[in-house]
Every structure is written in C-alpha cells, then in structure tokens.
C-alpha cells in the first residue's frame, strides 16, 4: 500500500510559540517532503496580533506549500478551571481538545499526522513505512506504556457505557476494565500509544469529536486528553491501533524548551 494523502496538524499557543520558531527548520531540513503536504495550524484563539504574525513567519519560512491557520477554540467554548494539576489544567484541555475537534472539521485527506512542537527532526526523511497503514488502522504513533492521571481509564469506562448507545453503528466491545494496581498508584501500566507523533484516520477521528460534542458539549471531551481519548475509542471499538516507535525515525520528543533548544544545535 502506498503512504495515504494526509495533513499535518499542529496546535499553538502562547507557551509554544518559540518552540514552533525552533523545530519547524528542522523538520525543513530533514523531513522536507513533509512541507509539501497540506498543514492546518489551530492558533489559540487569545493570540495578539504580534502572535500571530510570529506563527505565519515560522510557517512560511520553512517553505510549507499550502496551510490554514484556524482560531481555537470556536467562539461560545469555555473549558473549566481546573485544580492547578498538570492533568486538568484548564489551557492544556483546551490546546489537546483541539486536537480532536479542529482535524474533524478542518482536515480533507483520509489521514492526519499530529506532530508536537517539542519534537526535533533529524536524519532521514523517507520516515513513513506505507505498511503501517495496511488494514486502515485508526491510529499509528509511538508506542507508550502507561496512562496519567491512573484513573483516566475508568472515567472513560463509566462515560462509554452510558453514551456509545448514541453511535449508530459504532461497535463497542465491552469496557477496558484497566484498574491501576492500588489506590496509590501514580499511573495505570498497559500497552497504549503517545501522540507527540502519530496518524490518525479522519473518519474515526470525526465519528470521536460528534460523540465527544453532543455528550460533553461543543469542544469538549470526557477526559482532559486527546490521545487518550481517541486511543480509548479505538480500542474499545475494535478499532486497529499501530504502535510503532518513531523515535527510531528520525525524531526526537523533547522534555522542554531548554531540550529543544539543545537537539536543534546538535543538528547543525
């Protein structure tokens, strides 16, 4: 099978603005037939205008062909607070959420490839092997091996078996029953993938975003994560999920700006 038309989707805020300045000519450098397929690049929606411009530079300065730049969230959407966790901090929902809701309603190709920009480009550009999407899986990312906060899992559970009734023609299997080892445990340990790099099938992904609109509200989802979500879906439904290791492709996932800062000059 050949390598699907896919789009390139990023997300950005205030926070990582600098980042995108920092990788997008890496990946020019080393992945450059990934700037001529199509990008849509959702722009937190509180950006100035001196933002703004900052993005559209970056863009256009690592010669990406064709993008659209899309505002988020849509107005009328409000995320709540949050405790001031990691986990469900109220900007960090908002950004992931847009990681459903903008490729369901923005992205024209069979596939989208979302990419962090915490991720550095280095060395090959033919990174896309085109059997990982035999059997048109709905997911192809990096494998992972634990879910955070450890309960997430079950939330998702309890929010499936009351509301997968509302997909006609969706199959749901049965619940994942994925219980963290004791009430202390910081995280739940299974097989599941990570999305700093990862494929994702559109349709699937526009089935994910109607569910998650009519139940949790418009730009909403029942859990404060995208790729748990969407992983969550996926396997629940008997959905096909490719766990492939893309660190092994010519990218590396960075823990900061610092870290990105730091890979970016050992690839000059």
């Known amino acids: 099978m050949q390598t699907p ?5 990023l997300g950005v805020d205030a926070r990582h603005i600098e980042h995108l300045e920092a990788v997008l000519p890496t ?28 993005v559209s530079l970056a863009i256009a300065a690592a010669g990406i062909k064709k993008f659209t730049l899309v505002s988020w969230p849509y107005p009328g959407i409000e995320y709540p607070l949050g405790d001031g966790t990691k986990w469900n901090d109220q900007q960090r929902y908002k950004m992931l959420a847009g990681f459903v809701h903008v490729p369901a309603r923005h992205v024209e190709t069979s596939y989208w490839l979302k990419l962090d920009l915490d991720v550095v480009a280095h060395d090959i550009d033919d990174w896309i092997d085109p059997k990982w999407f035999d059997e048109c899986p709905a997911i192809i990312a990096h494998r992972w091996s634990y879910t955070k906060p450890p309960d997430q899992m079950m939330k998702l559970d309890d929010w499936a078996v009351r509301n997968f009734h509302r997909l006609n023609g969706f199959p749901y299997r049965a619940p994942l029953n994925l219980i963290p080892s004791s009430p202390a445990a910081g995280s739940l340990g299974h097989k599941r993938i990570i999305s700093w790099c990862g494929f994702f099938n559109t349709v699937f992904t526009s089935v994910c975003s109607d569910l998650a609109n009519d139940v949790c509200g418009l730009g909403k989802l029942p859990v404060p994560s995208q790729d748990g979500y969407l992983w969550y879906m996926a396997q629940a439904s008997g959905y096909l999920v490719r766990r492939e290791n893309m660190k092994a492709r010519g990218w590396h996932h960075c823990a900061n700006i610092r870290v990105v800062r730091e890979k970016v000059l050992e690839t000059k």
């Open 5 to 9: 038309n896919f789009t390139v989707v």
């Open 27 to 54: 990946w020019a450098k080393f992945k450059p037939s990934l700037m001529e397929r199509p990008f849509v690049v959702f722009l937190d929606s509180g950006a100035d205008v001196d933002q703004r411009v900052r």
